[in-house]
C-alpha cells in the first residue's frame, strides 16, 4: 500500500471507531446493561500497521485476526509499542498453528473440533499463557461453515472441559448471511446458560446492535470501523 493510499484509507478511522462506540453505548442503554459488560473487537484483517495505528490512537485496544500468520507479521511490534493490547483470534485455527497462537493470542473464538482441543491441552501443558477459549457454533448447521452443530454442542463442551482439560470462557456464533440474526444469538445464549458459560462472542458490523440485546459480551465489528476493503468479507 503507498503512502498516499494508506492515508487516504485511514484518515476517518477515529470518526468510524467514535460513531461505532456510540452505537454500542446506545445498544447497551437500551439493553438496561452497563457499557463495560461489552467487549468491542475491532477486526483488523487484511488492514496493514498504518491502518491500524490511528483506531490504537483513538483508544481501541482489543482487536481481532482472522489469521495466524497475518497477526504475527503485524502485531508483535504494535503490541511492544502500545501497551495493554488484547489479540483476539476470530478465524478458524488449524492444529499445527496452536502453539503460535496461544502464544501471541489473548483469546481464541473458534475451537470446533476434538484435533483443535488435543492440541490445545498440549500447548497448555507447554506453554504459560492461557488464552480465553471460546467454542464456536454453527447454529445455521451450514456446511461449508465451520463450528459446533447446537445438538452436539453440550456434549462437546463436556468433553473440552472433562476429556481436555480445558478452561472454556464461552460460545461464539456466525448466522447465516440470510437469517435473521436474533433466532441464532437466543439460541447460543440458551447453550451457553445451561453450561454456565458466561461470554458470548456474536455480532458484527450489521447486527452487534441485536446481539448485545441478545446478551453478547463480546463484538466483532470491523467494515464499521476501518471501512470495506475490495475482495474481503465485512464483519
Request: with cysteine; net charge neutral; charged share 20%.
Amino acid at each position: 500500500m503507498t503512502t498516499e493510499a494508506s492515508s487516504q484509507l485511514t484518515e476517518h478511522l477515529p470518526t468510524g471507531l467514535a460513531t461505532v462506540e456510540e452505537a454500542v453505548a446506545r445498544a447497551c442503554k437500551e439493553a438496561r446493561r452497563g457499557r463495560a459488560s461489552v467487549n468491542l473487537i475491532a477486526v483488523s484483517k487484511t488492514f496493514d500497521v498504518d491502518a491500524i495505528e490511528p483506531v490504537i490512537k483513538a483508544g481501541q485496544f482489543i482487536f481481532g485476526e482472522n489469521r495466524v500468520q497475518e497477526a504475527k507479521a503485524k502485531w508483535p511490534g504494535l503490541m511492544s509499542a502500545y501497551a495493554g493490547i488484547s489479540l483476539h483470534l476470530i478465524g478458524p485455527l488449524q492444529s499445527n498453528k496452536t502453539k503460535e497462537a496461544v502464544a501471541l493470542f489473548d483469546a481464541i473464538h473458534s475451537v470446533d473440533r476434538p484435533s483443535l482441543c488435543e492440541a490445545l491441552a498440549r500447548e497448555f501443558r507447554i506453554q504459560t499463557r492461557r488464552p480465553q477459549l471460546f467454542v464456536q457454533l454453527n447454529t445455521g448447521e451450514e456446511p461449508q461453515k465451520a463450528g459446533i452443530a447446537p445438538a452436539d454442542a453440550d456434549s462437546f463442551i463436556a468433553n473440552c472441559r472433562d476429556k481436555y482439560g480445558l478452561p472454556i470462557s464461552g460460545l461464539m456464533c456466525i448466522p447465516p448471511v440470510d437469517d435473521a440474526p436474533a433466532p441464532h444469538f437466543a439460541l447460543t445464549a440458551k447453550i451457553a446458560a445451561r453450561n454456565g458459560l458466561k461470554n458470548l462472542s456474536m455480532g458484527m458490523s450489521a447486527d452487534f446492535a441485536i446481539a448485545i440485546a441478545m446478551g453478547a459480551t463480546h463484538v466483532r465489528v470491523g467494515s464499521a470501523i476501518f471501512g470495506h476493503r475490495a475482495a474481503t468479507v465485512s464483519t
